[in-house]
């Protein structure tokens, strides 16, 4: 089983930056992919950005120029820096982390959820 442990999350007002982080930890898995989504109250989780082992970036085009992905591969960690940050970017980020794990095949684990919060 591979655990995710998110933060960075938190206030901030319009214009304003945060970094989320999240870091993966278990035995003997391998990460394929990982990603930001978000979910905002009263609307389906949504795609953020994504970054996968082969280097390719995808973002959701309510973010980009403004948003960037990155991760340490050595350091299982990925974070999500996010500036120009507006009102409608307030919701929970989730991260997600997919895989294998040695002898169990595929996974693919969340965050427990962090709350950002841009004010106008």
């Known amino acids: 089983q591979v655990q995710l442990v998110e933060s960075g999350g938190g206030l901030v007002q319009a214009g304003g930056s945060l970094r989320l982080s999240c870091a993966a930890s278990?035995?003997?898995?391998?990460?394929?992919?990982m990603g930001w989504y978000r979910q905002a109250p009263g609307k389906q989780r949504e795609l953020v950005a994504v970054a996968t082992s082969g280097g390719t970036t995808t973002y959701a085009d309510s973010v980009k120029g403004r948003f960037t992905i990155s991760r340490d591969n050595a350091k299982k960690t990925v974070h999500l820096q996010m500036n120009s940050l507006k009102p409608e970017d307030t919701a929970v980020y989730y991260c997600?982390?997919?895989?294998?794990?040695?002898?169990?095949?595929?996974?693919?684990?969340w965050g427990q959820g962090t709350q950002v919060t841009v004010s106008s």
């Open positions: 997600n982390v997919g895989g294998n794990v040695f002898a169990r095949g595929a996974y693919d684990s």
């Open positions: 278990g035995s003997f898995f391998s990460i394929n992919r």
